[in-house]
């Protein structure tokens, strides 16, 4: 079973930018696809992005394409969101989630979460 710890949010003002990190531990790091959600005060959790199990695609929700870059260090067994020209609407808790095979954007899909961490986007 895997393992998942994230890291990178924080406070920040439009128009700024923060990488989010989800470090793995437990099973083999390459046989997961890993998709990142929101979920902002009194509203469901979302999809926000994905890279597959192979890294060589990545999908974006409407809302943040262009500004949004999901990728991966296998090295560090890592997977990583840049988030640049945050806007308030990006205010949320933000999850990384993985499964094995092939990836999903539905929250249904998913057994094995980060803990979330925090995005605030504010002037």
């Known amino acids: 079973q895997v393992q998942l710890v994230e890291s990178g949010g924080g406070l920040v003002q439009p128009g700024d930018s923060l990488r989010l990190s989800c470090a793995a531990s437990?099973?083999?790091?390459?046989?997961?696809?890993m998709t990142w959600f929101r979920q902002a005060q009194g509203k469901e959790r979302e999809f926000v992005a994905v890279?597959?199990?192979?890294?060589?695609?990545?999908y974006y929700t409407d809302s943040v394409k262009g500004r949004f870059t999901c990728s991966r260090d296998s090295a560090r067994s890592t997977w990583f969101l840049q988030m640049d020209n945050l806007t308030p609407d990006d205010t949320a808790v933000y999850y990384c989630a993985v499964r094995p095979g092939a990836w999903s954007k539905w929250v249904a899909d998913f057994d094995t979460w980060g803990q979330g961490t925090r995005v605030t986007v504010s002037s």
């Open positions: 437990g099973r083999t790091f390459s046989s997961y696809s």
């Open positions: 890279i597959t199990r192979d890294g060589d695609r990545t």
